[in-house]
């Protein structure tokens, strides 16, 4: 019984944290609202399962990096309150990383996306 009350914790714990990032984190928002635009495209354009796995993936990356980084973020103004030029390069990177997945996740898009929205101007 304790297992389950464990594991009911964990996956409570998991779901807060995903609520607190939907909450105070607005570029998290902005990531998660153009997510469903995009997979409600993917369907509306008959994506091949294939490919809205591809896109799927490219918007979880995405979004888990942004969540990393937020927690990331978080743990360094507990840990450095006071400005600090080092804390601020390292939150800066970790930024990068969301950058560098969100803008994988555009060129996946745009390869998988144009082919179905090119037979649309052609039509």
Do not use: C, Q
């Not at 937020?70 to 804390?87: G, Q």
């Amino acid at each position: 019984m304790e297992r389950l009350e464990n594991l009911y914790r964990s996956f409570y714990n998991a779901f807060k944290g995903l609520f607190m990032v939907w909450k105070y984190e607005r570029n998290a928002r902005i990531h998660l609202i153009a997510a469903v635009t995009v997979l409600i495209a993917g369907l509306w354009l008959r994506l091949s399962a294939a490919e809205l796995s591809a896109v799927l993936l490219a918007v979880l990356a995405v979004f888990m990096g942004e969540i990393f980084n937020t927690a990331f973020e978080k743990t360094l103004d507990l840990v450095e309150p006071s400005h600090n030029p080092k804390v601020g390069a390292i939150k800066d990177m970790a930024a990068a990383g969301v950058l560098v997945a969100s803008m994988a996740a555009v060129a996946i898009g745009i390869v998988i996306f144009w082919p179905h929205v090119e037979v649309l101007w052609v039509r």
